[in-house]
């Protein structure tokens, strides 16, 4: 992507700049050991470009003396540092998983998704914590209900040009009975409510159910092979354009539970009040560092 950016800013006009904003103290781009559009060297060497780096110092996101910011600066020091053991972060604790769980759904309001995040160090506890929190929540009875928490695994758009980008988080308006089976999975007719500066949108389309409890909304690839052969078959139209709004299936938006996420899903969102699962803070700086950041007001742990 990063290449296919440069080029096309440079295709236009070989003296446009580019200005890359970012957090090098965060998690790299998964697969990464760094972030290559904040690194200059990386740049310069790669795609022959003239760089200038810039430090921002004054934090908008959070009070001078608030909690998080000093957490994280001691995260941010030891890691300029080299530390390379455990650090020991004075959080807050809640009392084990149940206060934890007990807190988040104090919280929890599906008509504000910004007020509270469940942060994981694995797709695993992910899972788990999405499960835990539907239970209590009252919503076992299907795959999706009325006022659940989504966030998208894919970007989806529609021939309207309605847009909405991998990692938003929404929220089901409706949805349909009526479970419909194509190419072997599974769709169901919604409505989604997403919220962007203040704003509502909400979308009608199908929802492929067999993404929801999936880790990147990508079903096997022989599934994936299977599908797109069926569509290609019976729909002209796709067949010669080959956009997934083309055909009503292929086009369907892919999601899974949005209660909880990993640290690399949670990387640009901001809540009021964040949770982290205790298993790589102080042990992983660079994911510490990010889960702390996400949380403008409150951030606690529990004790593992």
């Keep these: 992507m990063l290449y296919e950016l440069i080029d096309y800013v440079k295709e236009g006009n070989n003296k446009n700049k580019i200005i890359f904003v970012g957090d090098r103290f965060q998690l790299p781009p998964v697969k990464e050991c760094f972030s290559p559009a904040l690194s200059s060297d990386y740049l310069s060497r790669t795609f022959n470009l003239k760089c200038k780096e810039v430090e921002l110092y004054e934090v908008m996101r959070q009070d001078e003396e608030s909690d998080i910011l000093s957490l994280a600066t001691n995260v941010r020091d030891n890691m300029i540092n080299k530390f390379d053991g455990y650090l020991n972060l004075n959080m807050q604790k809640t009392n084990g998983s149940t206060g934890a769980l007990y807190s988040y759904l104090d919280q929890f309001d599906s008509g504000n998704l910004d007020n509270v995040a469940m942060i994981c160090g694995s797709n695993r506890d992910v899972d788990w914590w999405n499960k835990t929190i539907r239970e209590r929540l009252g919503m076992t009875n299907h795959f999706l209900n009325v006022g659940d928490a989504i966030v998208t695994q894919i970007t989806w758009a529609d021939q309207a040009g309605n847009i909405q980008f991998k990692g938003s988080f929404g929220t089901i308006v409706s949805i349909s009975t009526n479970i419909e089976a194509y190419a072997g999975l599974h769709f169901v007719d919604a409505e989604v ?50 956009n997934p709004w083309d055909d009503k299936y292929y086009g369907a938006l892919r999601l899974r539970h949005g209660y909880a996420m990993t640290c690399h899903k949670a990387q640009g969102g901001e809540w009021d009040n964040v949770i982290i699962h205790p298993f790589k803070i102080g042990k992983d700086l660079p994911w510490t560092y990010t889960a702390l950041t996400r949380a403008r007001k409150h951030v606690f742990s529990y004790a593992s």
Excluded: H, P
Excluded at 194 to 210: A, C, P, V
Excluded at 211 to 240: C, H, Q, W
């Design 193 to 242: 409510r997403f919220m962007s500066n203040d704003r509502e949108k909400i979308i009608q389309t199908k929802i492929l159910l067999e993404s929801i409890y999936t880790n990147s909304g990508r079903i096997s690839n022989d599934k994936e092979r299977l599908f797109f052969a069926e569509v290609m078959k019976n729909n002209s139209k796709f067949r010669d354009s080959q």
